[in-house]
C-alpha cells in the first residue's frame, strides 16, 4: 500500500488499548505476502515472522511498534440515555469536551459536559474530571441508547488524516501508527531484498497492544518472551514540544531535525553499544537524528522488554510528534523517512 495511503488508513483505524482488531487488519492487508509466519499472541500483540532461510546460529531480531492508541470505555448509561465513560491511557480531558468520537461498531457521538456558562469560577478553572463528561448518542432514553451502545464497549476520539503544507501530517494516534506504517514499508523493502543480507536469522516484526494503558507491565512482555529475541528495537513517537515558551528540558524531540535515539528513558537505560552503534550508522549514512532534551521522558515498553527473561539488548528509536493523544498528531515526512533509513541500516548486515 502507498505510503500516504496506509498513514491514512491507520489513522482512522478505530483501535483503542485492548481493541486493536481495526489496525491489525489494516497492517495484515498492507503485508500480504510478505512474510513467512503470523499470528496472534494471547495479549493481542500482532506477531510477523521473516526468516532468512539460513541457520547462522539462530540469532533473533525484534521490531517492535505499538497499534493501540488512547480511547475510553463505556461504563454506564443513564436514564437519559448519557453513556458515561472511562478513560483508556493518559487523555487529557481539557481536549475532549466537545469533540466527537467513533465507537469500535461504527456509532458516532460526542463528548458534552456542562457548558461553560454553566460552570464555577472553580470549575472553569480546573480541567473537567473524566467522571463528569459523558457521550451525547442522539438517544432519548437508556433503553434507546443500549440500542446503539452497551457498558464495555470502546470508542476512540473521531478517525482522522489530513496532510499539511512543508510535508507535515496531522491525525489521530499518528505518532505510533506511523511507526507501524514504517515496519509495514520496511518488511516490503526486505522482502525484496537478498535474504543473505538480513543481520539476523529471523526478523520478528512486532505490533503491540494495549501500550497506551500499561502503568508497569506492557503487554509486548509476552511477545517478548515467546521470541526471546537476541536484541530488540522499538519504534515509537517521541513527545515534542518544540514551539512556544516550553523550557529546554521539556521540548523533548524537534519536528525536522531526525530520527530520535535516546540514551534512556524514566524505565530505561537502552544498551549502550546498541545506541553507539545507531549513532555511528547515522553519521555515517548522513541519516538526521538527535537525542531527546531530556533521559528523564516517561518510559515506554522498553522497560518491559529489556528485562525480559533473562534479558534483551534494547534500543528505542522514536518519530518526533506534536499533540500526543490529542486526537490531531503531528509528524512531519522527513523525520518518517529519517527513521526509515536507519531502521534499514539495522536491519541489513554491513
Known sequence: MERENLLAALARAVAPSGCETEAARTILKSIAGLFDEAWTDGAGNLIVRLSSGKSRGKERLMLAAHMDEVGFMIKSIDAEGKARIALLGNLDTRVLSGRRIAMTSGV?????????????????????PADKLYIELGAKDRAQAETLVQIGDYGTLEPKFTPLAGGFYAGKALGGRSMCALLCELLEKLHGMDKDK?????????FSAKREIARAQFAIETAAFT????????FDAAPAADFGDAPETARGASLGAGAVIAPADAGTLYDRALFAQAVSMAKARGIRYQHPASAALPGGEGK??????????TLSVGIPTRNLHSGAEIIQRSDYEAVLSLACALVVAP
Open 108 to 128: 458516532r457521538g460526542v463528548v458534552c459536559a456542562k457548558p461553560i456558562h454553566a460552570q464555577s469560577g472553580e470549575e472553569r478553572s480546573k480541567p473537567t
Open 198 to 206: 538480513l543481520a539476523a536469522d529471523e526478523i520478528f516484526f512486532v
Open 227 to 234: 521470541i526471546r529475541p537476541d536484541r530488540a528495537v522499538l
Open 304 to 313: 518491559t522488554v529489556h528485562k525480559t527473561a533473562s534479558g534483551i539488548r
